[in-house]
């Protein structure tokens, strides 16, 4: 019985205008934007190789090992395609230094682009999906039992022994069959011009990653769906029935994303936290410079001057750089020159102690440093933005947009996996120094007898997370999509079954 | 006509949809109000801090001497926030809202780091703010034009998209056409009454808005600002009626209402929501973009120019022509730092520009330009900003210019400590910036625009008058 349902209601669906209408948009929309982003995504790309090459290049010419600040580039997810989120947003260059502890904060942006272009609006494909996809689910909804009611049809089935149960599943299987014919198609297609772009390679992990996001997909079309059968099922008239779904895919897709970002109150003012954290981490630094001073000053050689009085062909500087938003506090020296003069040969020996001193001391404070402001860090700004998520989820396209995000592995986790990375790159670095006794070596801070080795300096690579963390990360939210759809279902049923016809 | 007009009024305001679309334009519309207001006044804040802070250096330099007005400049220029910042936001966080001043470059020192060779100060144009620090999700904008843009537009196709369709399937249309009633009129009737009937709710939402606004001491409104408010209303009138009309002429010609909603839906969704982004993410990928780098090499040679030209007036024995030389090095290295940075600006505009005019197809984008052109936000208006800054540089330098000649002491060698006046001069005397918005500028600007936009109305409204003339019912 159910059986005969389901092709009752196919032919009802495929054979509409609706439907054609539906196909037509989704593929044109999703083609033509996806050739555009594909164009994006491979000059991207194209600016991260330049950068890497240009970097590998300029560190290979440092002389000094205190001139090395090792610079690594972040490449651009080929899955943002789909749903961008913060892969393009996020700084994508940073430097590596033993006096910081790098965050996403430090990283700058490859300054290849037009930053005024950024005024314009973009969109990927999870867009085009969350926009049309709900519209089309509720277009296919509204008038599933109002229509039939008002046709009479409804009463005629009903006449028969069929449970209502099964009219329901047989209208919930048949529309979705339907609604997946555009999804599907237009992924494929997405799919096919992402396969046959030379300059993108697709792992077995990204597969399992791209068939995550159809599944959310396929979820967060059910929920839409499903809204609008609760409203076809609580309402007489297929009129009242396509207004009410319009009013609510309006509220739920345009107004309420827009309005709970713009009422709650964002204030560019550093919380107490921020403020007494940023304190604790100058008094280490303070601390630092207590210990420093006072090693120049016991020095054999003494006075305050970190550059021995020597002086020569090159640059030094010394200062404290801080930026109390993103609590970045730290100690920058550097003293590197080209060649020396004869009469500065007797500090050199100084200053080579003093450089093997203050080089571990500076690695060791900002570890402690590091300590405070990773966990004021995610105290503040990361909780801050968490909050404004965690909000925007109280709609379904919020929850499918996280959910996707996550799958893509561009939301904020998959793009601190690299700084994460980074961190992990530092210390290989620093230990590379270590094995080349660096500190202790003239050629920290000259070149005249024979310039720093980086030869053998371990190059820097990142692998995203495997498909199995992107799906953790997903699931929350795929599954709070899931238990909405049952619950809408159970109310539908519920009130299907009580209702009048 | 009127008794039309009057009956679809009447119509409208008992149902369900009126109400709706009551709540959710003033839920909009309040949002909005208490945003401005909550942010509005820091905004001014930060503005004033910022251009006292830059005035006292202009004070301090004229207090000093001419030589130091012209060799430091005055302070960095800020752009002065729009009043009214609620009606469009135009990206505004992500324009920088500065046109600095740049130190003097120095070109030489000695050992104990003494300036030397110290050029004079020359204006350079910041990036635009990348966002990059922000880690939460995009801030997205509740402001008129999105109101306007997005909400009424749909309501506008809401309330319409039954017109003739719902009324053919009750066959009311053809109880109404057997009366003498030329079809014109019908649909002259039809159009002002859906539009009456959602400007009701609208001017309520504003009105409500505009009173929020106005009676907070914080936030003050001119009477320009009253005026400019007003042209907005009418564009949203105009943007409205364009809907209406479309909405009009989907539903004469389709038998079904829920037929013609879809389409209407459709044909909104394409050309509101994608079109404007889809066409500038086309656009932005035709130009290339330079990187600093290309730009910083066409700058090296230049200068090197110019040091060579120098070096040959350095050696020159009389002292006169020593100074003339190093007085031309300076000025002319500034005027070239200018000119490169003017030059990587206009590049960058031009590709904005092509941008903002392909995405102009769409009429939601022109909506968004004119709202912003007149709210004095967004893209033309930093533009603006900027040309004033430059009009007011060309100003102080005829100043000084004019100053140093007044004074019989000073050699007139601009630019050049022995050459300049070294008197200090009364802060009152300089000319002060001001960055002003100029209404019929806008009118300029934006007038091939508004005239775009009429012009999909009127094809529209034809479209529809056809579309109904020919039906049958």
């Known amino acids: 019985m159910i059986t005969t349902l389901i092709g009752r209601e196919l032919l009802n669906n495929l054979m509409t205008f609706r439907f054609a209408a539906a196909l037509l948009i989704t593929l044109l929309l999703v083609v033509a934007n996806t050739v555009v982003l594909i164009q994006h995504y491979e000059q991207r790309l194209e600016s991260y190789n330049t950068s890497v090459q240009t970097h590998h290049k300029e560190i290979q010419e440092k002389q000094t090992y205190s001139a090395g600040e090792v610079e690594v580039d972040r490449p651009p997810n080929p899955l943002s395609i789909f749903n961008v989120g913060l892969d393009k947003r996020l700084g994508n260059e940073i430097w590596i230094a033993h006096n910081n502890v790098p965050t996403l904060w430090e990283a700058r942006m490859n300054a290849s682009d037009n930053p005024y272009l950024n005024i314009l609006s973009s969109i990927d494909i999870i867009f085009i999906f969350e926009v049309v996809l709900s519209l089309m689910a509720l277009l296919f909804a509204y008038d599933a039992l109002a229509g039939e009611r008002e046709q009479g049809t409804l009463r005629l089935v009903l006449t028969h022994p069929v449970r209502r149960g099964h009219i329901l599943l047989a209208k919930y299987i048949s529309a979705m069959l339907c609604l997946l014919v555009p999804l599907l198609m237009s992924l494929l297609l997405a799919m096919l011009l992402l396969t046959t772009t030379v300059s993108i390679s697709l792992s077995a992990d990204d597969f399992g990653r791209i068939g995550g996001i159809v599944l959310t997909s396929i979820a967060y079309l059910s929920v839409f769906y499903l809204i609008g059968l609760l409203i076809s099922a609580v309402t007489q008239r297929t009129g009242t029935a396509l207004m009410l779904a319009m009013f609510i895919w309006g509220a739920l897709v345009l107004v309420y994303p827009n309005l709970i970002l713009a009422a709650i109150r964002s204030s560019d003012i550093p919380q107490a936290k921020a403020v007494s954290a940023f304190n604790q981490i100058k008094q280490v630094w303070d601390e630092f410079d207590r210990e420093r001073k006072q090693y120049l000053a016991t020095d054999a050689f003494p006075g305050e001057d970190p550059t021995f009085n020597i002086n020569g062909m090159g640059f030094f500087y010394e200062h404290f750089p801080e930026n109390r938003l993103t609590l970045l506090y730290l100690y920058n020296s550097m003293m590197t020159f080209g060649e020396l003069d004869e009469k500065f040969e007797r500090e050199v020996p100084h200053a080579q102690n003093y450089f093997q001193f203050l080089i571990p001391s500076t690695i060791k404070t900002a570890e402690r440093a590091w300590l405070i402001r990773k966990q004021a860090l995610e105290d503040t700004l990361v909780r801050k933005a968490n909050t404004k998520r965690t909000l925007l989820k109280f709609s379904p396209v919020g929850m499918y947009d996280a959910a996707t995000q996550a799958w893509a592995g561009t939301d904020l986790k998959g793009v601190r996996d690299f700084f994460d990375a980074v961190r992990q790159y530092r210390l290989t670095v620093i230990d590379y120094f270590y094995s080349k006794n660096a500190f202790a070596s003239r050629k920290w801070f000259a070149a005249d007898e024979g310039t720093a080795d980086w030869s053998t300096l371990p190059a820097f690579s990142f692998k995203r997370s495997g498909v199995e963390i992107n799906a953790k990360r997903a699931l929350p939210d795929l599954l709070l999509l899931l238990t909405m759809n049952l619950f809408l279902f159970m109310i539908i049923f519920l009130v299907f079954i009580k209702s009048e016809v | ?473």
């Open chain 2, 1 to 473: 006509m009127w008794h039309i007009t009057k009956r679809e009024i009447y119509d409208n305001l008992n149902s369900l949809r009126f109400a709706l679309t009551t709540v959710l334009l003033l839920a909009l519309m309040v949002t909005n109000a208490v945003k401005h207001l909550r942010e509005h006044p820091k905004r001014v804040q930060t503005y004033r801090d910022a251009v006292t802070e830059s005035l006292n250096h202009l004070t301090d330099r004229a207090d000093d001497s001419l030589y130091t007005l012209a060799q430091y400049g005055p302070g960095n220029f800020y752009k002065k926030p729009s009043s009214l910042h609620f009606c469009a936001n135009g990206g505004e966080s992500l324009l920088p809202d500065t046109v600095e001043v740049g130190e003097p470059p120095v070109f030489m020192t000695d050992a104990e780091g003494n300036r030397l060779l110290e050029g004079i100060w020359s204006l350079s144009y910041p990036d635009a703010n990348l966002n990059n620090k922000n880690v939460g999700p995009n801030v997205s904008q509740v402001d008129w034009a999105f109101i306007i843009g997005y909400i009424l537009s749909l309501i506008a196709l809401w309330f319409t998209f039954d017109a003739f369709a719902g009324e053919r399937e009750q066959g009311t249309l053809r109880l109404m056409l057997a009366n003498s009633i030329p079809r014109h009129t019908v649909l002259i009737g039809k159009f002002l009454g859906a539009l009456l009937s959602i400007s009701i709710p609208f001017a309520l939402a504003v009105l409500v808005n505009l009173l929020l606004i106005s009676t907070a001491n914080t936030v003050h409104l001119t009477t320009e600002a009253w005026g400019r408010l007003g042209i907005i209303f009418s564009l949203a009138l105009l943007y409205t009626s364009l809907f209406v009309a479309l909405g009009l002429l989907v539903s004469a010609r389709v038998q079904q209402s829920a037929v013609s909603l879809m389409i209407l839906l459709l044909t909104w969704v394409t050309f509101v929501v994608f079109m404007p982004s889809t066409l500038a993410s086309i656009a932005s990928s035709f130009s290339p973009a330079t990187s600093f780098d290309e730009f910083w090499k066409q700058r090296n040679p230049i200068q090197e120019n110019l040091w060579e030209k120098y070096k040959e007036g350095r050696s020159s024995k009389s002292e006169d022509k020593r100074l003339r030389a190093k007085s031309e090095f300076y000025t002319e290295n500034a005027e070239r730092d200018e000119r490169w940075q003017e030059e990587r600006l206009k590049y960058r505009t031009s590709q904005v520009h092509r941008a903002r005019a392909i995405t102009g197809i769409s009429p939601a984008t022109l909506l968004q330009h004119l709202i912003e052109g007149f709210a004095g936000t967004g893209f033309e208006r930093h533009l603006q900003f900027v040309e004033n800054t430059q009009r007011y540089t060309r100003q102080l330098r005829e100043f000084v210019a004019d100053t140093d000649r007044a004074d019989p002491e000073s050699l007139h060698i601009l630019g050049v400590r022995e050459g300049m006046s070294k008197k200090p001069i009364s802060p009152e005397a300089v000319p002060r910036f001001e960055d002003t918005l100029n209404l019929s500028r806008d009118f300029n600007t934006a007038a091939m625009e508004l005239l775009l936009l009429t012009l999909f109305v009127l094809v529209l409204l034809s479209g529809a008058y056809l579309a109904f003339v020919r039906v049958e019912v």
